[in-house]
Structures are given as C-alpha cells and as structure tokens.
C-alpha cells in the first residue's frame, strides 16, 4: 500500500500561492521547490500538486540552465501555435466532404448517404467517418455554425401564379363587409378545418398534469386504431367576434357546410340579428364551399328558403385562403366558446 506524507503548514501555504500563477511562471516555481528539497524533491512536488515528473524535470534543467528565461508574448503563457491543431486543419478534405453531404438532397432521397437521417450532427460525423474522416458530432456542430448553417425549418414564402384581378376581389370584398356594416346585417367566414382521427393519438400544445404522469398515446397514427374522424367547420361572426363549430364525423362536402351555417344560425345568428335583412358569407374557392360546386349552391338556396333571407358568397382569389377571419382567429385562440345543448 502506498502511504503519502502528510502536507506540512509550510507546503499547504505556497499551494494557495500556486493556484495564482499561470503555467509558466508555476512550472518555474515548482521546479525551485523541488530543488531546495534535494534528492526526491521533484517526486513530491509532483505527488502535491499533480504535475507530472517529465514536466518539472525540464522545469528544472530549464531553471538551472545559463539562458534567460522568457516568458510568452503578452497575453500569451505557451508558444504560438502550440496545442493540437483543430481537425478540419489536420484533414483539408473534411470540410470539403461535410459541404457536400449537406447540401444533398431532402432526407428520403434513396440516392442520398444520409436518408431517412434529417441530417443530424451524430449521422453526419458516422458517414465522415465511414468515409474515413473520423470526427464526432460536437466538432460536427461546431463546423456547422463556423460555415453559416443552423436548424432551420421550411418556410412558405413560393406561391404559385397570382391571378390579375387579384387586388380588385379583395377591394369588393372589403366594400361588401363595409356595406353590410352599415346596414348592420351579418358577415361571417367560414372554413373547414384540419381532420383529425378521434382516439388516443398524438397532438400538438401541452396541458398541466402531475409530474411523470403525462398522457400515453399511440406510437402510430393508424387509422384503422382510431374510434373516427373528426371534421371542424369553422363559421365566424366577423362583427360579433364568436363562433360555432360543427364537427362533422364522415365526410367534408358541401351538405355538410350548408348544415354548418344552418346551425350558427339557429345557435347564435338569428339571436343577434333579429332584424337581418341580408348575410353574407366570406369562404375561400375549394373545398366543400368552392365556387364551382353546384351542389353548394343548391344547399344554399335551400337554407335561404328556410331563413327567409337572401344570402351573398364572396369567395377569396385563389392561394389566400389563409386570409380568412376564421383561419386568423382559430390559429389565436381567442374564440369566444358558445354551449351548445348536449
């Protein structure tokens, strides 16, 4: 067993001063100490402090040497240049390689070294690596950032061809809700929303549950796991800033839509615009309310024999359908709730 002897009040004091000095000037000091102590001086420097014999045996013939000591430049304590060079200096090709893979096509792409990966740092450092540039994933990352990259998302910002007339729908649409405004008549924006399967699948947003205990989903969002399908139809009261959601649990068509409406107007519309002479409706040109759907059409004509008043549909130009007040208002979160009977 090896035994250390103990540390002297004198050895305890000049350890503290040790841990003021930089490398250099502490190597020299160690090195002083070690020869005042004589024979085995520099193996208890070494088993003090942690320094390693090679170090303070050239500290010493350094310190007994006839030539001046210097230190670093200013600011400096070891010899410019000295300490391993960064891997991308050792190996000029690795930069070369990470820019190429990189820049490969979308994850997916059967040609690509990288597929199905996303293109995460631990997948890119294994392919360098198989491709014989061993490096790992944190100098991958520190590559990354040192050429401009970082995590970033798809961003919409491409749309297809804008149609001419364009600015002047918008212009009439913005002058019919002026219109009906005036007349206090009603404006609503209707829109149906994400289908979503019923079950215990797993969903956007987060809700306070006790700690360790969250909700347990399925792994997989199988249709065939799902209890049905969910189909929100989304009608805003633009003036009155409310809504009503009709959740459907077959299909989007525009029976459906027709049926939407007709029961805002039961719940809320009729209540609040008793003296409505006229309504309008702002929907975008597809889906189950698209322009060119006669049975849309149809289903209307039947709610206007109902509620006996005539009903307008403007239809946003195409590409714009995020636009509409109930797509606005929903991604908010700021709709006012409506009970509807059980």
Same mark, same amino acid.
């Given at each position: 067993?090896?035994?250390?002897?103990?540390?002297?009040?004198?050895?305890?004091?000049?350890?503290?001063?040790?841990?003021?000095?930089?490398?250099?000037?502490?190597?020299?000091?160690?090195?002083?100490?070690?020869?005042?102590?004589?024979?085995?001086?520099?193996?208890?420097?070494?088993?003090?402090?942690?320094?390693?014999?090679?170090?303070?045996?050239?500290?010493?013939?350094?310190?007994?040497?006839?030539?001046?000591?210097?230190?670093?430049?200013?600011?400096?304590?070891?010899?410019?240049?000295?300490?391993?060079?960064?891997?991308?200096?050792?190996?000029?090709?690795?930069?070369?390689?990470?820019?190429?893979?990189?820049?490969?096509?979308?994850? @997916? *792409?059967?040609?690509?070294?990288?597929?199905?990966?996303?293109?995460? =740092?631990?997948?890119? +450092? !294994? /392919?360098?690596? &198989? #491709?014989?540039?061993?490096?790992?994933?944190?100098?991958?990352?520190?590559?990354?950032?040192?050429?401009?990259?970082?995590?970033?998302?798809?961003?919409?910002?491409?749309?297809?061809?804008?149609?001419?007339?364009?600015?002047?729908?918008?212009?009439?649409?913005?002058?019919?809700?002026?219109?009906?405004?005036?007349?206090?008549?009603?404006?609503?924006?209707?829109?149906?929303?994400?289908?979503?399967?019923?079950?215990?699948?797993?969903?956007?947003?987060?809700?306070?549950?006790?700690?360790?205990?969250?909700?347990?989903?399925?792994?997989?969002?199988?249709?065939?796991?799902?209890?049905?399908?969910?189909?929100?139809?989304?009608?805003?009261?633009?003036? @009155? *800033?409310?809504?009503?959601?009709?959740?459907?649990?077959?299909?989007? =068509?525009?029976?459906? +839509? !027709? /049926?939407?409406? &007709? #029961?805002?107007?039961?719940?809320?519309?009729?209540?609040?615009?008793?003296?409505?002479?006229?309504?309008?409706?702002?929907?975008?040109?597809?889906?189950?309310?698209?322009?060119?759907?006669?049975?849309?059409?149809?289903?209307?004509?039947?709610?206007?024999?109902?509620?006996?008043?005539?009903?307008?549909?403007?239809?946003?130009?195409?590409?714009?359908?995020?636009?509409?007040?109930?797509?606005?208002?929903?991604?908010?979160?700021?709709?006012?709730?409506?009970?509807?009977?059980?």
């Amino acid at each position: 067993m090896i035994r250390f002897k103990p540390r002297s009040p004198q050895e305890r004091r000049w350890l503290k001063v040790l841990g003021t000095l930089n490398e250099f000037q502490a190597r020299l000091f160690l090195a002083s100490l070690a020869l005042d102590q004589g024979r085995g001086g520099i193996s208890r420097m070494s088993e003090l402090t942690g320094m390693s014999r090679t170090t303070l045996t050239k500290a010493v013939a350094e310190l007994t040497s006839r030539k001046k000591l210097e230190a670093g430049a200013a600011g400096r304590v070891r010899t410019a240049g000295a300490g391993r060079k960064k891997v991308e200096e050792a190996d000029q090709q690795l930069r070369a390689e990470l820019t190429q893979m990189v820049e490969e096509t979308t994850a @997916g *792409d059967p040609m690509s070294a990288v597929r199905w990966t996303n293109k995460s =740092t631990e997948a890119l +450092a !294994a /392919e360098l690596t &198989r #491709r014989g540039h061993p490096v790992s994933d944190k100098t991958v990352a520190r590559m990354l950032d040192e050429m401009g990259y970082s995590l970033q998302l798809n961003r919409k910002e491409k749309e297809g061809p804008q149609h001419p007339d364009r600015d002047a729908q918008f212009r009439y649409i913005n002058r019919q809700e002026a219109s009906f405004r005036a007349s206090g008549d009603p404006v609503i924006s209707a829109d149906t929303k994400k289908k979503e399967l019923v079950g215990a699948f797993k969903n956007g947003g987060r809700t306070w549950r006790p700690k360790g205990n969250p909700y347990e989903v399925q792994v997989h969002d199988w249709p065939s796991q799902a209890k049905g399908k969910a189909i929100p139809y989304g009608v805003y009261d633009v003036f @009155g *800033d409310r809504a009503v959601v009709n959740v459907g649990i077959s299909h989007d =068509t525009a029976e459906f +839509a !027709a /049926e939407s409406i &007709r #029961r805002w107007w039961r719940l809320d519309g009729r209540r609040r615009y008793r003296s409505a002479r006229r309504l309008l409706i702002c929907a975008d040109g597809g889906g189950s309310n698209s322009s060119r759907t006669h049975a849309w059409k149809a289903n209307l004509m039947q709610l206007v024999d109902e509620i006996g008043i005539p009903i307008t549909v403007s239809h946003y130009p195409p590409g714009t359908s995020n636009v509409a007040c109930i797509v606005m208002q929903s991604c908010a979160g700021d709709l006012p709730p409506i009970p509807l009977p059980v």
